[in-house]
């Protein structure tokens, strides 16, 4: 079974554009979550979506959005980019919406010039 | 969620077994103990997790203590591809898969 994908996997960006990333989950997974990692801050939460609907939001600004098609497959954007979203983007799946075990994707790593 | 503490460091032989401790002294009791691991520039990957009692699978084991209040994860045969940050993690009960990472242990398995 194919694992979690994630594209773009490199992106290079200037302040003030936005950036739309894509994930796709394990086959038959309907939960999402969405990770940044940076050397500082480690890894932290950003959402989780299951069935298309947002259940956890993290403590991110407003600028961090995503959202979760019919197909389970998931997007997030960051508007106005910033420098310090310069960071390793992490998408994980799981089968359903509680305390299941999270598979995750390589990640998309993120470069704001 | 309870706070887990990891030391930041450790050290083992290729081919020992590499025993990593974590606490998580408030943990409270539908809080499972979660281990992932992330290899330089990779994803996390899920290794094992449990309750209250201790667990094992293809990858290691999981020796939570009786009180709950830490754990130990044991690679028995631990590889240089071991190499990597360790997560404990104390996952909440509820309607979230949401995981709270700490700073982790980094494992370095020596030739």
């Known amino acids: 079974k194919a694992g979690v994908t994630q594209t773009p996997r490199y992106l290079i960006k200037t302040r003030g554009q936005q950036v739309t990333l894509s994930c796709s989950p394990i086959s038959g997974h309907r939960s999402v979550s969405w990770y940044q990692q940076t050397p500082g801050q480690g890894l932290q939460f950003l959402f989780e979506?299951?069935?298309?609907?947002?259940?956890n939001k993290g403590n991110f600004p407003g600028r961090f959005s995503g959202r979760q098609f019919s197909n389970s497959r998931s997007e997030m954007n960051v508007s106005t980019l910033e420098l310090g979203d310069s960071a390793l983007y992490l998408c994980a799946s799981s089968l359903r919406w509680a305390l299941e075990t999270q598979y995750f994707g390589p990640g998309t790593r993120l470069l704001v010039l | 969620d309870a706070k887990t503490t990891q030391p930041p460091s450790m050290d083992c032989a290729e081919g020992r077994a590499a025993n990593l401790p974590c606490n998580h002294s408030t943990i409270s009791g539908n809080e499972y103990v979660y281990w992932y691991r992330q290899i330089h520039s990779q994803g996390p990957q899920y290794i094992i997790h449990g309750l209250k009692n201790n667990e094992t699978n293809e990858m290691a084991s999981l020796i939570i203590t009786e009180d709950r209040k830490s754990s130990t994860l044991i690679l028995p045969h631990a590889t240089l591809r071991d190499t990597a940050v360790y997560y404990c993690?104390?996952?909440?009960?509820?309607?979230?898969?949401?995981?709270?990472f700490g700073t982790g242990t980094l494992l370095a398995v020596q030739p």
């Open positions: 979506y299951f069935s298309e609907t947002q259940r």
């Open positions: 993690i104390a996952q909440a009960g509820g309607a979230t898969n949401k995981l709270i």
